[in-house]
């Protein structure tokens, strides 16, 4: 179906400070207006993503931004005459914005979660901050980025309708393959996490301790001032998406590191895992189910349990070994795990869902004819 109107509410479209949510709406979303769809993205103006906006005028759909709740009344004919209407994990107030939404709109309503096990986890506790159970089946769709047997938990324990998995993807127009002198034999590019730091430990820092001949980088916010970095591991605060490729052509491997939610669920590829693989640049990530799935072991990906596998690597690879596995892994990104190939998958089940809705319309008027 072309020329749907969808509204989305979501963590932040105009900030990729401290998270990855928006690198992953842009990619999605601008694949997605491509397929000559509209789109208004709706953002809680926050001051600390306000104080960090890299974009503002985004060219691919209407951005507005809303002070709280209440605000959101600016939007209920938008919300309301709405194709589709879809609301994002870690919204501010996303319970009862998810509620304002489903009684709003009169298209189809999906929730699309970036983070699907920690939003389990979080209700497996109680704890509502942007979804609650009883908000899920009114979901028509439930699009998450973890797939795996956690798509038939959500079916069958929390009653969704249709769950389907949405990974993240990359635009490969802003992540190209680029030629850079190597800073650093191993980088990594995340926000600080507390259950991500031991990973980060065993797989980076351990391994820059034992080798002070080599060069290493940890870049992203948030990383506590007691941390004990060696000396030959760089720190950058914040490294802005446009300089993204930079970073990865400037790295011989680069670390993908996986929360522990994540890992205990499976099938939780991380955004960073298909930027960096977009770049030719070989990647070593930690172990869970499904990674085999995104990218082939030995192959395409390395794999590495601890610090001596990390070494055996930065040590004995060389050149052609490292330029065959960046351009194995950018070839199997570009095929499979495109934000076009997030787009249509997109619109596909948008329009399952609609379809399905006008059938359960149907059905009482047929059941009485």
């Known amino acids: 179906m072309k020329g749907m109107r969808v509204v989305v509410l979501g963590l932040s479209l105009s900030s990729s400070w401290g998270n990855g949510h928006a690198t ?29 906006r890299d974009l503002t005028s985004p060219d691919f759909c209407h951005l507005e931004f809303y002070s709280s709740l209440q605000d959101l009344a600016r939007y209920r004919e938008s919300v309301a005459s709405a194709d589709a209407v879809i609301v994002g994990s870690y919204v501010p107030e996303g319970v009862p914005v998810g509620r304002w ?11 699309y979660d970036i983070d ?4 389990l986890a979080k209700l497996e506790k109680g704890d509502y901050e942007y979804l609650s159970p009883e908000l899920i089946p009114n979901y028509d769709v439930y699009f998450s980025f973890t797939g795996g047997p956690t798509l038939h938990l959500l079916m069958d324990r929390y009653k969704s309708p249709a769950a389907h998995a949405l990974y993240c993807s990359v635009d490969p127009d802003l992540y190209p393959a680029l030629v850079r002198r190597k800073q650093w034999d191993l980088s990594y590019l995340g926000t600080y996490s507390p259950d991500r730091q031991p990973t980060l430990e065993r797989l980076l820092i351990e391994p820059a301790r034992r ?53 205990r669920a499976g099938y939780s590829p991380s955004v960073r895992l ?23 072991p030995n192959r395409e990906i390395v ?3 601890g610090a001596d596998q990390v070494m055996e690597v930065l040590g004995g690879w060389d050149e052609a070994q490292l330029m065959a596995m960046g351009c194995a892994a950018r ?17 596909r089940d948008l329009v399952q869902a609609r379809r399905r809705r006008e059938q359960e319309h149907r059905l009482p008027l047929e059941a009485g004819a």
């Open 101 to 111: 939404v489903q009684d709003t709109a009169t298209g189809v309503v999906a929730f």
């Open 331 to 347: 070839q199997r990104i570009l095929a499979e795990h495109t934000a076009s190939h997030r787009a249509a998958s997109m619109e």
């Open 303 to 305: 794999l590495a349990r």
């Open 211 to 263: 080798a002070p001949n080599l060069r290493f980088v940890v870049a992203g916010p948030q990383y506590p001032a007691d941390i004990d970095w060696p000396a030959n591991v760089d720190r950058i605060d914040h490294v802005p998406p446009s300089k993204h490729p930079d970073f990865y052509a400037a790295s011989r491997f680069t670390l993908n590191v996986t929360r522990a939610d994540m890992i």
């Open 274 to 296: 298909f930027e960096a693989a977009a770049c030719a640049t070989p990647i070593i990530s930690d172990i869970w189910d499904g990674i085999d799935t995104i990218l082939e």
């Open 116 to 119: 699907t096990p920690v939003t």
């Open 24 to 52: 992953t709406f842009r990619a999605l979303l601008k694949a997605f207006a491509a397929r000559g769809h509209d789109v208004l993205f709706l953002e809680r103006d926050v001051p600390w993503y306000a104080a960090h």
